[in-house]
């Protein structure tokens, strides 16, 4: 088992990685929210079937009043509409303030549940159970829920910490190939803005961390403490945190003008390869490493490019809220392992994806 401790500013918890880490689930439920008495599991339709009875007789042993939302899977139900449900359910329960939501799934779910949690009784426990490669990595971890609103993906939210994460790595076993994929879009992320270390083992490990549970399992890790040191940091995204949108900028565009039916992890992919070719033709970074970044992309069966214009990604930006006044904080990768943040206008970023 291993654990990575995340030292935000509002709050301390752990992230516990490991296979069956499900096991420990009621002894570590107890430590952090004591005199709980009811729980809100909130799971999708491709998970619940897999681990709801699961964990929920896990807790059994706990003694807690135990209720569900279960929305049907997928982004277009990110939305304002299932969270009521859950406040509604659990007003109806009676939750009061020492009761406490579990989110169980992938980044929609965790979101969610952190989303509502925040809100509910202006804010209760949320612990997270994370069962895709992108939450594990990124999603569960550091706090940042929310839900999706016509105008853009995760336009409303609040920063969250849950008081604890537990990362079951027995759970990757079911992901469908095409979502590991998605979630390499994240790791490979890490991997080129911070940490050349890892970037050596995806490449040692040839396109597969798959077969092997106790590789993947310290990968799993390496990319948590690598989230946790920025959020520890960095907690509301003044700074440092701003790194991890490398590639997000453009993907972003790229996944809301499909309709967010393009996964996020393929459209951050993308637009990580349209920003290194940028960063190469600006000359912040070389082509050696360039070729590495994008060969790494291309051993996880990732995509590197985009048919989308250095315009509509401009414009699309433009409307992004990571947007600033008129201003953008726009990411590069320098070298392997060292991100930049900098400023642009839109003629600017224009000017740096078209030259
Ligand atoms: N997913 C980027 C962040 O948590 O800041």
Known sequence: MRTVRVNAASKSYDVIICRNAVDVLPYEVQKVCPGALKVLIVSESNVAPLYLDLVKSKLKINGYEIISHVFEAGEQN????????????????GFTRTDFV???????????????????LRGIKVI?????????????????TGIDIPMGKNQVGAFWQPSLVLEDISFLKTLPDEVFTEGMGEVTKHAFIMDPELLEKLEKANGDIRSDEALLEEIVYMNVADKASVVGEDENDNGRRQTLNFGHTVGHVIE???GFTKPHGICVAK???IMIDACVRAGTLD????ERMKNLLKLYKLPVTDDITPEAIVEGAMNDKKKRGDTLSVILVNKIGKAEIRKMNKEEFLKFLSV
């Open 102 to 120: 579990i989110g169980l799934g992938g980044g929609v779910t965790t979101d969610m549940a952190g989303f509502a949690a925040s809100t509910f």
């Open 287 to 290: 082509t050696s490493d360039a």
């Open 256 to 258: 809301r003008d499909s």
């Open 271 to 273: 637009g990580m390869g």
């Open 128 to 144: 997270q159970l994370p069962t895709s490669l992108l939450a594990m990595v990124d999603a569960s971890v550091g706090g940042k």
């Open 78 to 93: 990110k939305g304002i509409n299932e969270i009521a449900a859950m406040w509604n359910k659990m007003a109806e329960a």
